[in-house]
């Protein structure tokens, strides 16, 4: 497995999931106890992170942060 632990991710920043040879483009929007809260970039749809990896953490498993807008 490569790429960034769970505990590493911080509020406000953009993270991209690649698991099962699906990736999630996501925001983490709110840390809670076990979980973390998070926005989908590009639905928009809110969601907690454990819900993408609920059945497993494939062979491909990795969690990289994006590159910021600002520059």
């Given at each position: 497995?490569?790429?960034?632990?769970?505990?590493?991710?911080?509020?406000?920043?953009?993270?991209?999931?690649?698991?099962?040879?699906?990736q999630?483009?996501?925001?983490?929007?709110?840390?809670?106890?076990?979980?973390?809260?998070?926005?989908?970039?590009?639905?928009l749809?809110?969601?907690?992170?454990?819900?993408?990896?609920?059945?497993?953490?494939?062979?491909?498993?990795?969690i990289?942060?994006?590159?910021?807008d600002?520059?």
């Amino acid at each position: 497995m490569a790429g960034l632990s769970f505990d590493v991710l911080r509020v406000g920043k953009k993270y991209r999931l690649t698991n099962f040879g699906e990736q999630h483009d996501f925001e983490i929007e709110r840390i809670l106890l076990h979980d973390f809260k998070a926005k989908d970039l590009h639905t928009l749809e809110r969601f907690l992170l454990k819900d993408l990896i609920k059945y497993g953490k494939g062979p491909d498993f990795e969690i990289r942060e994006l590159e910021s807008d600002a520059g």
